[in-house]
Each structure stands twice: as C-alpha cells, then as structure tokens.
C-alpha cells in the first residue's frame, strides 16, 4: 500500500555531511509523522529526528544543532541533512512514516529498507 525509498547514504569522513532522503508513495489518505531512526548492531532502534504534519521538529540530543529534517508535503519526501558527522552517527538509518489509509483516525507505520551511513577516516 505504501512505500517508503530512502537513499543518500555512503561513507564520510568525519566532519563531512551527508543528506538522505525518504519518498513515500502508494495509496494513502495523509502521513503525519515522518521520522527518521537510526540502528547500530546490538542495539535498539533510535529517533534521530521527527517531522509533524504540521512542520513541528524533534531531535534526539545527541544530534541536536547538526541534524535538519525538512519535509516537501508536495513530494511526499522527508530529507535529514546531517552535517559534522561524527563516528558514533555510524548506523542503518531507516524512514518512518505515520500514514491514515483512509479519513479515519487510525494510523499506520510503515519503514523504508534503510540505507547504510558509515563516518570513518
């Protein structure tokens, strides 16, 4: 029903910057939130950074001031800039979407595939 593309991961140097982006499409009424998480080996899966419907932002601590998530509702596409990556943003980081099927209130998840980010010298 609906699918979530992410691409723009890679391999950085540390201090370099990367941008991933997330497409959603398919059938759908709305999404609400588009997020972004990220999952190391071993570990739970993390929110690095949310988007509302309604433009209001959310980032984990720990990327706070080098992380952006902007959103085209037009495109159905959230992005994540991330810039002065550091070895510890190495991760699988995944899209999220908060999607109604239909007019009403219910909500679904969905997940993009994940796409590799990898910051070493």
């Known amino acids: 029903q609906v699918q979530l593309v992410e691409s723009g991961g890679g391999l950085v140097q540390p201090g370099g910057s990367l941008r991933l982006s997330c497409a959603a499409s398919?059938?759908?009424?709305?999404?609400?939130?588009m997020d972004w998480y990220r999952q190391t080996p071993g570990k739970e899966r993390e929110l690095v950074a949310r988007n509302t419907n309604g433009g209001t932002t959310y980032y984990a601590d720990s990327v706070k001031g080098r992380f952006t998530i902007s959103r085209d509702n037009a495109k159905n596409t959230v992005y994540l800039q991330m810039n002065s990556l550091k070895p510890e943003d190495t991760a699988v980081y995944y899209c999220n979407a908060k999607v109604r099927l239909d007019a009403r209130i219910v909500r679904y998840d969905f997940w993009g595939q994940g796409t590799q980010v990898t910051v070493s010298s």
């Open positions: 398919g059938s759908f009424f709305s999404i609400d939130d």
